[in-house]
C-alpha cells in the first residue's frame, strides 16, 4: 500500500496573523496562503495592512500573535532561513546615491555572504535581467527614478530569492517603465519564484497575477483567483441602448426584485443582475411588453478595479 | 523682507520636540550641579568664594558656546537642502536672506538659553561674594561676542554644505576661525604696543594668554578690578563692548552671505567639470589601482559593514586627517612650548580626539536610517549583533592611528619629565572613554531623531558625566575608579538596550 504524497509546502501561509500598533490594529488575524510559483496580487487602500503583512513576512517585524510561515520556516522562530530564501522590496530606493551600481549590488551580495567569486556573475546576470547593463558604472545618483525602481529589483534578486516580496514595486513609473517592470516579473515567474506584489495600480494586477487577495483594515475580504474574485464579487453588467425613454425603462426594471440596480445615462440603461441565476432575456421580458423598443443589449466587463470598489468600504486606519 | 513664516514654523517645530525639554532641564540641572559641587569643593567653602565659582562658571560658559553652539546651528539650512523643501520655499514670496534671519532668529533664542540657563548661577556667585560688577559684565559681554561669532560660524558652514558631516566639520572649522579672530582682538594691541616684547618672542605663548584672559582661567579680572583705575575699567569694558558690536556686524555680514550661498544652493546644479577634476585627481587613488581595489575587494568580503563605512574618500580622509592633524599639532607644540606645556596640552589633545569620536559615534547608522538601507539591512543574514559590532569596530579603527600618535605623545613627554600621576590619569580616562564612547553614541544614534540630540546625549553621558564625578570624587588615580567603572557599566547597559533597540525595530525609520 503506497501512502499518499504530502501536500506540496505552500509558499506563504499564515494563521490569525495579527499585529498591533499601540491601540490601532494594522493586521486582523489574517489567514492566507500563497502556492509555489504563484504572481499572487496584494490589494488593498493605504493603511490596510498591506505594508505590514510584508514586513513581517520579511522579518523585518514580529507579529502580535499568530504564525507566519515561509517555504515551512516560522518567520519568528527561523528568520535566518527565511531571509536567506527571501528577498524584499520595500516602498522606498534604500540606495546610497554616491555609490556605483555595480558596488552597490556587490555590497548586498557580501551582506549575503555570497562567495566572491559568484558575485561578479551574479551582479551581471541581474543586471541583465533588469536591464541595466548598460549602467552598471554609473553613481546611483544619476539614474531616473524607474532604474533606481529596476536596481531595487537587482538588489531583491542578487542572492537568487525562492520567494520575493515587492511593495509597491510600479509606483512613481512612467508607463514605458511600469511596461517593463511588469515584463519583468512575468520573466521572473517563468523561471519559477513566487512573487507577492502590492500595488494600488489594478488593472495591471489584473492580467499579471494569477492569484489576488484583498485587504481592508487589516482584515483579508478576499483570496482566490482574479476571475473566480469577479465572478464572486462582480455580478453581471448589462447596457441597455433603447430608442427613448431611457429614464421610464431604468424606474421600471428597478420594479424587479431580480435586478439589483438599474441607472440611466445618455440614451442607455446600466442594468445590475441580482444573482448568477438570473438571466439576461429577463431585461427584454420586462421592457418588451411595456413598449421599449430594445436597439442593443450587451453585457460589460467587470474588472478588478469595479469589484475592488464593491467589496470594499474605503476604510483606511 | 519676510521672514515670519519661516520663524513661525521654526517655533512651531522646536516646540513640538520633547527632547528639546529634556536637554534645557539637563543643562540647568548640570551646571546647577556643577554650581552646588565648586561651593562645597572651593578653598573657603560657604564664605565668600564667589571669586572662587564665578571664574569656573564663565569658563564653562565660554568653552560650551565655542563647542555646542556651532554644532546646534550647523544642520539648519543644509537640512532644508536634503529634503528638497528649501527649493520650495523659494516658490512662495519668500526670499533667501528672508528665510536665512528666520532661522538665525530661532538659533540666536536657543543659543541665548545657554547664557540664559547660566545666569542664576552666574548671579548667585555675587551673594557669595568676592565678585564685582566689572567681572559681570566682562563675563557677559565676551560670553555674547562668542556666542554671535559662534553662531555666524555655524550658519555660515549650514547654508554651504548639503550633507550633515560636511556642515558639522565646516562648523568646527570657521568656529576655531571665529574663536582666533576673537583672540587675535586681545593679542593685536599689546603685541603692538611698547609690552609686547614677550609676545613677539612667543606668539602661541600670547594666544595662550589671550584664551586664559578671555576665559578667566587664572581669575585676571578680579585682579584687575581690584588693581586697576575707573578709567582703565571704563577703557576695558568699552573694548569688550566693541568686540560685541563687531561680532554682531560679522553675523550680519554672514547673514547676507548666507542669503547668497542660499539662493544659489537652491538652484542645485551637478559638478562642474572642475569640480570633477579636482575630485578625480584629490580624491581617488591615482597609483597601485590594482592592489586598492584588491584590498577594499578582500575587506568586502571579509566584513561588509567596514567596507560600507570606510569606502569613501570622505571617511578615509577623516580616518588620517585626524591622525595628520594631531601630528601637526604634536609638532607644533614640541617646536614652540616647553616640555611642561607639552604635557599639559595633551589633555587638550585628548579631549578633541573624544570630540571626534563623539561626533563619529552620535552618528552611528544615521545615513542608513535616512535613506531605509537599515531596513533593507535588517532583512539580510546578518545579525543585529553583527550589526553593532561593526560599527563600534569602525569607529575604533577610525580614530585607532590618531590615538597611536596620541599615546606616543604623552608616553614620549612622560619619559622626558615623569609625571606618573598625570600619565596614568590622562590615559586611564582617555582609554576607558575612548573605549565605552561608540556604545553610548550608537544608543543614542538609534534612539533620537536628531543627530544634534545624539551628540549632546553622547559627549555628556561618555565625556562630562565621568569628568564632573571625577571633580566631585577630587582628581586622583583612586577618585578616577568610581566614574570609569561607572562608564564602563554604562556602555554596557547601553550596548544591551542597543541591541534590544535593533531586534524590536524600535528606531525611527525615515520617512520615503
Known amino acids: 500500500m503506497t501512502t499518499p504524497a504530502a501536500p506540496p509546502i505552500p509558499a506563504v501561509s499564515t494563521a490569525n496573523l495579527t499585529r498591533v500598533y499601540g491601540a490601532m490594529t494594522a493586521l486582523d488575524t489574517l489567514n492566507l496562503t500563497v502556492n509555489r510559483g504563484d504572481l499572487f496580487g496584494f490589494i488593498g487602500s493605504n493603511g490596510a495592512g498591506k505594508t505590514t503583512t510584508l514586513r513581517i513576512l520579511a522579518t523585518f517585524?514580529?507579529?502580535?500573535?499568530?504564525?507566519?510561515?515561509?517555504?515551512?520556516?516560522?518567520v519568528v522562530a527561523a528568520p535566518n532561513e527565511v531571509r536567506r530564501i527571501l528577498g524584499y522590496m520595500p516602498d522606498f530606493f534604500g540606495v546610497y546615491k554616491d555609490m556605483e551600481v555595480t558596488e552597490y549590488l556587490d555590497f548586498f551580495g557580501a551582506c549575503y555572504k555570497l562567495p566572491a567569486a559568484k558575485r561578479e556573475q551574479t551582479v551581471k546576470?541581474?543586471?541583465?535581467?533588469?536591464?541595466?547593463?548598460?549602467?552598471?558604472?554609473?553613481?546611483?545618483?544619476?539614474?531616473?527614478?524607474?532604474?533606481?525602481?529596476?536596481?531595487g529589483l537587482a538588489r531583491v534578486l542578487i542572492h537568487d530569492p525562492q520567494i520575493l516580496l515587492l511593495d509597491e514595486p510600479a509606483s512613481g513609473l512612467d508607463p514605458r517603465a511600469r511596461i517593463e517592470m511588469m515584463a519583468v516579473l512575468q520573466e521572473l515567474q517563468r523561471m519559477g519564484k513566487t512573487i507577492i506584489i502590492s500595488s494600488h495600480i489594478l488593472s495591471e494586477l489584473e492580467t499579471l497575477c494569477n492569484r489576488v487577495a484583498i485587504i481592508e483594515r487589516g482584515k483579508l475580504i478576499y483570496a482566490g483567483s482574479v476571475q473566480g474574485m469577479e465572478q464572486k464579487h462582480g455580478g453581471r453588467i448589462y447596457l441597455v441602448k433603447l430608442a427613448a425613454d431611457s429614464e421610464k425603462a431604468a424606474e421600471l426594471l428597478r420594479t424587479r426584485k431580480e435586478i439589483a440596480e438599474a441607472t440611466a445615462l445618455d440614451g442607455h440603461v446600466k442594468v445590475t443582475l441580482a444573482g448568477a441565476d438570473v438571466d439576461a432575456s429577463l431585461i427584454a421580458e420586462t421592457l418588451v411588453p411595456a413598449g421599449f423598443r430594445l436597439l442593443e443589449l450587451r453585457e460589460e466587463e467587470v474588472g478588478l478595479e469595479e469589484v475592488f470598489l464593491r467589496v470594499t468600504k474605503g476604510e483606511t486606519q | 523682507?519676510?521672514?515670519?513664516?519661516?520663524?513661525?514654523?521654526?517655533?512651531?517645530?522646536?516646540?513640538?520636540?520633547?527632547?528639546?525639554?529634556?536637554?534645557?532641564?539637563?543643562?540647568?540641572?548640570?551646571?546647577?550641579?556643577?554650581?552646588?559641587?565648586?561651593?562645597?569643593?572651593?578653598?573657603?567653602?560657604?564664605?565668600a568664594s564667589g571669586d572662587y565659582v564665578f571664574p569656573k562658571l564663565h569658563a564653562l560658559l565660554f568653552g560650551a558656546i565655542w563647542l555646542v553652539v556651532p554644532v546646534m546651528t550647523a544642520d539648519c539650512i543644509s537640512r532644508e537642502r536634503r529634503e528638497g523643501t528649501l527649493g520650495l520655499l523659494f516658490l512662495t514670496p519668500l526670499t533667501p536672506t528672508g528665510v536665512v534671519i528666520g532661522k538665525s532668529a530661532l538659533q540666536i533664542i536657543r543659543a541665548l538659553t545657554l547664557v540664559l540657563a547660566a545666569m542664576p548661577m552666574l548671579a548667585g556667585c555675587f551673594a557669595l561674594g568676592g565678585v564685582t560688577w566689572f567681572d559681570f559684565g566682562a563675563s557677559l559681554l565676551i560670553n555674547l561676542t562668542?556666542?554671535?561669532?559662534?553662531?555666524?560660524?555655524?550658519?555660515?558652514?549650514?547654508?554651504?554644505?548639503?550633507?550633515?558631516p560636511r556642515a558639522l566639520a565646516a562648523a568646527i572649522v570657521f568656529s576655531g576661525v571665529g574663536l582666533f579672530g576673537l583672540l587675535a582682538s586681545f593679542v593685536v594691541p599689546v603685541y603692538r604696543g611698547p609690552s609686547g616684547a614677550l609676545f613677539r618672542s612667543s606668539p602661541f605663548g600670547a594666544f595662550s594668554w589671550a584664551l586664559n584672559y578671555c576665559s578667566d582661567a587664572n581669575s585676571d579680572w578680579s585682579r584687575m578690578a581690584a588693581a586697576a583705575t575707573a578709567a582703565?575699567?571704563?577703557?576695558?569694558m568699552t573694548g569688550?563692548?566693541?568686540?560685541?558690536?563687531?561680532?554682531?556686524?560679522i553675523f550680519g555680514f554672514v547673514l547676507v552671505v548666507a542669503g547668497l550661498a542660499v539662493r544659489h544652493a537652491a538652484q542645485e546644479s551637478p559638478p562642474s567639470p572642475f569640480q570633477l577634476w579636482l575630485r578625480k585627481i584629490f580624491c581617488e587613488p591615482l597609483w597601485l589601482l590594482r592592489l586598492f581595489r584588491a584590498l577594499t575587494r578582500r575587506k568586502l568580503d571579509a566584513a561588509p559593514l567596514s567596507w560600507l563605512q570606510q569606502r569613501s574618500w570622505n571617511a578615509r580622509l577623516t580616518k588620517w586627517g585626524w591622525c595628520l592633524g594631531l601630528v601637526v599639532v604634536e609638532t607644533v607644540l614640541i617646536t614652540f612650548f616647553s616640555l611642561h606645556d607639552f604635557l599639559g596640552a595633551q589633555a587638550v589633545a585628548g579631549a578633541a580626539l573624544l570630540f571626534g569620536i563623539s561626533l563619529s559615534s552620535a552618528g552611528s547608522y544615521r545615513v542608513e536610517r535616512q535613506n531605509g538601507v537599515l531596513e533593507l539591512l535588517l532583512v539580510t543574514p546578518m545579525s543585529e549583533g553583527e550589526l553593532i559590532r561593526s560599527r563600534i569596530w569602525n569607529v575604533w579603527l577610525q580614530f585607532l592611528p590618531a590615538t597611536a600618535v596620541f599615546v606616543f605623545a604623552v608616553l614620549a613627554a612622560d619619559s622626558v619629565l615623569p609625571n606618573s600621576f598625570e600619565t596614568a590619569a590622562l590615559l586611564q580616562y582617555f582609554g576607558i572613554i575612548a573605549a565605552t564612547m561608540p556604545f553610548v553614541g550608537l544608543y543614542f544614534a538609534l534612539r533620537t531623531k536628531h543627530f544634534i540630540t545624539a551628540w549632546?546625549?553622547?559627549?555628556?553621558?561618555?565625556?562630562?558625566?565621568?569628568l564632573s564625578i571625577s571633580v566631585v570624587t577630587s582628581w586622583s588615580v583612586q577618585g578616577l575608579a568610581l566614574p570609569l567603572f561607572l562608564s564602563f557599566m554604562l556602555s554596557v547597559v547601553l550596548l544591551a538596550r542597543a541591541q534590544g533597540t535593533l531586534t524590536a525595530r524600535r528606531f525611527l525609520l525615515h520617512t520615503p
Open chain 2, 146 to 164: 562668542s556666542l554671535f561669532l559662534a553662531l555666524s560660524a555655524g550658519m555660515l558652514a549650514s547654508a554651504l554644505s548639503r550633507e550633515w
Open chain 2, 240 to 249: 569688550f563692548a566693541v568686540r560685541l558690536l563687531a561680532a554682531v556686524a
Open chain 1, 125 to 151: 546576470d541581474v543586471l541583465e535581467l533588469v536591464g541595466l547593463s548598460e549602467k552598471r558604472g554609473s553613481l546611483i545618483g544619476a539614474l531616473s527614478r524607474g532604474m533606481q525602481q529596476r536596481l
Open chain 2, 232 to 236: 582703565q575699567l571704563s577703557s576695558a
Open chain 2, 456 to 466: 549632546v546625549c553622547t559627549f555628556g553621558f561618555s565625556f562630562a558625566l565621568p
Open chain 1, 61 to 74: 517585524l514580529t507579529p502580535t500573535t499568530g504564525t507566519a510561515f515561509v517555504f515551512g520556516h516560522d
Open chain 2, 1 to 47: 523682507m519676510t521672514f515670519a513664516p519661516v520663524l513661525i514654523r521654526e517655533f512651531r517645530e522646536e516646540a513640538r520636540r520633547p527632547a528639546n525639554r529634556w536637554v534645557r532641564v539637563g543643562v540647568a540641572a548640570l551646571l546647577a550641579t556643577i554650581f552646588c559641587v565648586l561651593i562645597s569643593t572651593g578653598p573657603q567653602a560657604g564664605r
